[in-house]
């Protein structure tokens, strides 16, 4: 073995601790659920294909949690994505008072969710600050967080939580773009909206998928406001796939949780996969 | 004044303009991010009676008897009639269930902290060093699970802790957190950034992987660690779904989970409550946000 194998070798030791943690509370598990989305209970262990996903998929209760979750995604993360890069020109403007913009913007994220849900419920409830503020406008009350209505609430709440954290992405990126590009640009004449699209925008490319994915992760997490504000049951439209889980937990359903689950992580890859396609498309020719 | 001179002016003025415009706009935005953490904090000053009086119509509390004014729409005030700690006290000094749950979420969150950041730390070393195809592909197996949402990970999450019998134990939120792929996600691309040279200099003068390890790479990393360390606090601070889940002994949950589940009786002491919950992230973040942007700046660009 020569000395640069053995030191190979040795890196493999920093990895272990962290590799048998993963196989034995991710893999293996994992390996585990495939298997039991195949039988039909984990008793008698009868084979029977995909009959649990046809199951899972007819389900009333799991098509209306994944049409809600989707829905809310579909929503959330482009706003999320756009305003945040928004914000982020703003930053990069000439502004005073800079860096405590920067912390306020933030701030939300350190924020406990239990924490803030009852100034939530302050807001949104049917007697509360927003409808005594719409109320000045004459609009009707409306009981924000028990009526169709409740998607907006949930979407703002979203936006309040991680727009900060998408900000400062966004902003480090803003920041590493070359100088001289932009300079080049300014001699040509090039237009502000130009200059925006066509250069900070292609650069910004692998940020915005960075930025995309992670509000797509962080969107599936907003379940813990909906959850605390609401509780076990909320009205229908906030019915979310953890909801779901929960109750298909709560019945110890393993076979049905099995081909849930499974079914997530296949719609989570595709759609992180067409993320990075897209991406790749279209900033192929951008060093960044 | 020639004429250039005063187009330049003018634009000048416009420019300041502008500034100005976007500077209330932002300062605008910036109250409305931090309103809600505000009015959680001032509201924790108040009397029971003073809360009951402004939010009666939503939380509807029946306060002993309840010879209390209740408006019939909430009155939102910033400033307390009667600043008073009498809240505080209570629950730090005669409701132990709060100091119990919150004990709860301190013992869950600082092992995960610790332990999830040393194992990412030996591992993240490990990805970085002699790049091979075979760690390449694992790493994309990390990601993977990394975006991974928890409504996938419990199901096999549940499963281990129940062949292993830690169901219902803290065991079952700690070992899954210990395990999370989340920190060495970031850190290897942290120290991916690490110049080769200085790690090769350290190598050819004689110096073993342990050395490097732990006196050349965690000096530089020392940022990134700190920075990934506070955004891994947050999130399991925060965290909701797994005690659902794998804690059915509600005894073991931590805060984050019981103090949505605080009857209309002690309403009042919610805020408190919530702000007492709010203060270790506070403190934190206040002390760590230069490290927070720093470590959030280097995530950006997946393929890194």
């Given at each position: 073995?020569?000395?640069?194998?053995?030191?190979?070798?040795?890196?493999?030791?920093?990895?272990?601790?962290?590799?048998?943690?993963?196989?034995?509370?991710?893999?293996?598990?994992?390996?585990?659920?495939?298997?039991?989305?195949?039988?039909?209970?984990?008793?008698?262990?009868?084979?029977?294909?995909?009959?649990?996903?046809?199951?899972?998929?007819?389900?009333?209760?799991?098509?209306?949690?994944?049409?809600?979750?989707?829905?809310?995604?579909?929503?959330?993360?482009?706003?999320?994505?756009?305003?945040?890069?928004?914000?982020?020109?703003?930053?990069?403007?000439?502004?005073?008072?800079?860096?405590?913009?920067?912390?306020?913007?933030?701030?939300?994220?350190?924020?406990?969710?239990?924490?803030?849900?009852?100034?939530?419920?302050?807001?949104?409830?049917?007697?509360?600050?927003?409808?005594?503020?719409?109320?000045?406008?004459?609009?009707?009350?409306?009981?924000?967080?028990?009526?169709?209505?409740?998607?907006?609430?949930?979407?703002?709440?979203?936006?309040?939580?991680?727009?900060?954290?998408?900000?400062?992405?966004?902003?480090?990126?803003?920041?590493?773009?070359?100088?001289?590009?932009?300079?080049?640009?300014?001699?040509?004449?090039?237009?502000?909206?130009?200059?925006?699209?066509?250069?900070?925008?292609?650069?910004?490319?692998?940020?915005?998928?960075?930025?995309?994915?992670?509000?797509?992760?962080?969107?599936?997490?907003?379940?813990?406001?909906?959850?605390?504000?609401?509780?076990?049951?909320?009205?229908?439209?906030?019915?979310?796939?953890?909801?779901?889980?929960?109750?298909?937990?709560?019945?110890?359903?393993?076979?049905?949780?099995?081909?849930?689950?499974?079914?997530?992580?296949?719609?989570?890859?595709?759609?992180?996969?067409?993320?990075?396609?897209?991406?790749?498309?279209?900033?192929?020719?951008?060093?960044? | 004044?020639?004429?250039?001179?005063?187009?330049?002016?003018?634009?000048?003025?416009?420019?300041?303009?502008?500034?100005?415009?976007?500077?209330?706009?932002?300062?605008?935005?910036?109250?409305?991010?931090?309103?809600?953490?505000?009015?959680?904090?001032?509201?924790?000053?108040?009397?029971?009676?003073?809360?009951?009086?402004?939010?009666?119509?939503?939380?509807?509390?029946?306060?002993?008897?309840?010879?209390?004014?209740?408006?019939?729409?909430?009155?939102?005030?910033?400033i307390p009639d009667m600043v008073t700690f009498s809240q505080y006290f209570t629950v730090l000094f005669k409701s132990p269930q709060y100091?119990?749950?919150?004990?709860?979420?301190?013992?869950?969150?600082?092992?995960?902290?610790?332990?999830?950041?040393?194992?990412?730390?030996?591992?993240?070393?490990?990805?970085?060093?002699?790049?091979?195809?075979?760690?390449?592909?694992?790493?994309?197996?990390?990601?993977?699970?990394?975006?991974?949402?928890?409504?996938?990970?419990?199901?096999?999450?549940?499963?281990?802790?129940?062949?292993?019998?830690?169901?219902?134990?803290?065991?079952?939120?700690?070992?899954?957190?210990?395990?999370?792929?989340?920190?060495?996600?970031?850190?290897?691309?942290?120290?991916?950034?690490?110049?080769?040279?200085?790690?090769?200099?350290?190598?050819?003068?004689?110096?073993?992987?342990?050395?490097?390890?732990?006196?050349?790479?965690?000096?530089?990393?020392?940022?990134?660690?700190?920075?990934?360390?506070?955004?891994?606090?947050?999130?399991?601070?925060?965290?909701?779904?797994?005690?659902?889940?794998?804690?059915?002994?509600?005894?073991?949950?931590?805060?984050?989970?019981?103090?949505?589940?605080?009857?209309?009786?002690?309403?009042?002491?919610?805020?408190?409550?919530?702000?007492?919950?709010?203060?270790?992230?506070?403190?934190?973040?206040?002390?760590?946000?230069?490290?927070?942007?720093?470590?959030?700046?280097?995530?950006?660009?997946?393929?890194?």
């Amino acid at each position: 073995m020569s000395a640069n194998e053995k030191k190979g070798m040795i890196s493999w030791l920093f990895l272990l601790p962290s590799i048998v943690g993963v196989l034995l509370f991710f893999v293996a598990p994992f390996m585990v659920v495939i298997y039991y989305s195949m039988i039909n209970n984990p008793i008698q262990k009868r084979f029977v294909g995909f009959a649990n996903y046809i199951n899972v998929w007819g389900n009333d209760a799991f098509k209306l949690a994944g049409m809600n979750t989707l829905k809310f995604s579909f929503m959330a993360v482009p706003l999320a994505v756009l305003l945040s890069l928004f914000l982020a020109a703003v930053m990069e403007s000439r502004i005073p008072f800079k860096s405590y913009f920067r912390s306020f913007f933030l701030s939300p994220l350190m924020v406990p969710t239990a924490s803030i849900v009852l100034i939530w419920q302050v807001m949104f409830h049917y007697n509360g600050l927003v409808n005594n503020f719409t109320a000045l406008f004459g609009a009707d009350k409306i009981d924000w967080l028990k009526s169709d209505k409740a998607y907006i609430v949930i979407v703002a709440l979203f936006l309040w939580k991680n727009l900060g954290y998408n900000m400062i992405l966004f902003m480090s990126a803003l920041a590493s773009i070359p100088k001289e590009l932009l300079e080049v640009a300014a001699l040509e004449n090039a237009s502000k909206m130009q200059v925006f699209w066509l250069i900070k925008v292609r650069y910004l490319s692998s940020t915005i998928l960075f930025v995309t994915i992670m509000s797509l992760i962080n969107s599936f997490k907003v379940f813990r406001e909906v959850y605390l504000m609401t509780g076990d049951y909320p009205v229908t439209s906030l019915y979310l796939l953890q909801h779901f889980m929960n109750n298909t937990f709560a019945s110890l359903d393993y076979q049905k949780l099995s081909a849930a689950a499974i079914i997530m992580f296949i719609v989570v890859t595709a759609l992180v996969y067409v993320m990075y396609a897209v991406e790749n498309f279209y900033g192929k020719d951008v060093e960044g | 004044m020639n004429l250039l001179q005063k187009m330049y002016k003018r634009r000048k003025r416009i420019d300041n303009y502008k500034t100005v415009l976007v500077t209330v706009a932002a300062f605008i935005f910036a109250f409305i991010f931090l309103l809600p953490i505000i009015l959680t904090i001032t509201n924790s000053f108040m009397s029971s009676s003073e809360i009951s009086a402004n939010y009666g119509s939503i939380f509807a509390t029946t306060e002993k008897g309840g010879k209390i004014f209740i408006s019939k729409t909430v009155n939102l005030k910033f400033i307390p009639d009667m600043v008073t700690f009498s809240q505080y006290f209570t629950v730090l000094f005669k409701s132990p269930q709060y100091l119990i749950k919150f004990w709860n979420s301190i013992i869950y969150t600082v092992p995960i902290v610790a332990v999830q950041l040393g194992i990412a730390t030996l591992a993240a070393y490990g990805f970085s060093r002699y790049d091979s195809k075979v760690k390449r592909v694992i790493f994309f197996a990390y990601i993977i699970m990394m975006l991974m949402p928890y409504q996938v990970t419990l199901v096999p999450n549940f499963l281990v802790s129940k062949a292993l019998g830690i169901i219902d134990t803290r065991w079952s939120i700690w070992l899954p957190g210990f395990f999370s792929p989340f920190a060495v996600y970031l850190l290897t691309k942290f120290m991916r950034r690490i110049p080769t040279e200085v790690i090769e200099a350290a190598s050819i003068d004689g110096a073993g992987e342990w050395y490097i390890f732990s006196r050349i790479n965690m000096p530089l990393c020392k940022g990134g660690i700190a920075s990934i360390a506070i955004l891994v606090f947050f999130d399991f601070w925060n965290m909701v779904e797994q005690p659902l889940i794998l804690l059915t002994n509600t005894d073991l949950h931590p805060l984050s989970v019981f103090l949505s589940k605080i009857n209309s009786g002690e309403i009042s002491l919610a805020f408190a409550v919530a702000v007492i919950y709010l203060v270790p992230p506070l403190l934190i973040f206040l002390y760590g946000e230069d490290y927070l942007v720093e470590g959030i700046s280097y995530q950006g660009g997946i393929k890194g």
